[in-house]
Every structure is written in structure tokens, then in C-alpha cells.
């Protein structure tokens, strides 16, 4: 099993930006792929970011391409998205996923807001 563990939301203005942190419990090189994605109210969860952890090639939403960027840390189990130039549709719960060998697992999320 694989606990992961988001952090770094919060409140942000538009233009603004915010980092957010996903903790693996353990190493994520024995880890496939993982990624962030959002739900926002009243909407599908939808992905964000990904990136395989062998080899560091990513992918992006069309909607954030150019603005977010993923990248991990396997030192310290974990992976980031570094998010700039915020727009109030980014308001959404951003959850951690990982997969590999079949299985998936997902953190609780972190809120993000942003507004005025």
C-alpha cells in the first residue's frame, strides 16, 4: 500500500501562486506514475498533471499547460505542482493519485481557492 499525503492549498488572489506537496509513504521509485487532479464543486474530478517516475516525462490539461508544472523530489518521496498564474476556475480540490502494478491509490486532497 502507498499513503499519500497532500499539502500546500490555501487561499490565493488571481495572478497569484501556490506549491502544493504530495508525501509518499513509501519510495516512489518503486511507483509508476503519479498525479494531481482536481474536483470542483458540482463537477467530474479531472486530471491535472502527470508524470512517469522513470524517466520524468510529464503530461498536462490543456487548461493548465504553461502555467502548472509537476516534478518530484524521490529523495524525500515526493512530488510537487507549482502552480502561477492562478485563475478563479483552478478553485478546486486537488488530489494526489498514484498508480502502479494495477493499483491506485489517492489522497484526501487539499482545498484551493482562488479569489478576490
Known amino acids: 500500500q502507498v499513503q499519500l499525503v497532500e499539502s500546500g492549498g490555501g487561499l490565493v488572489q488571481p495572478g497569484g501562486s501556490l506549491r502544493l506537496s504530495c508525501a509518499a509513504s513509501r519510495s516512489i521509485f518503486a511507483i509508476a506514475t503519479m498525479g494531481w487532479y482536481r474536483q470542483a464543486p458540482g463537477k467530474q474530478r479531472e486530471l491535472v498533471a502527470r508524470i512517469f517516475i522513470s524517466g520524468d516525462s510529464t503530461s498536462y490539461a490543456v487548461s493548465v499547460k504553461g502555467r502548472f508544472t509537476i516534478f518530484r523530489d524521490s529523495a524525500k518521496n515526493t512530488i510537487y505542482l507549482q502552480m502561477n498564474s492562478l485563475k478563479p476556475e483552478d478553485t478546486a480540490v486537488y488530489y494526489c493519485?498514484?498508480?502502479?502494478?494495477?493499483?491506485?491509490?489517492w489522497g484526501q486532497g487539499t482545498q484551493v481557492t482562488v479569489s478576490s
Open positions: 493519485n498514484s498508480y502502479s502494478a494495477g493499483r491506485i491509490y
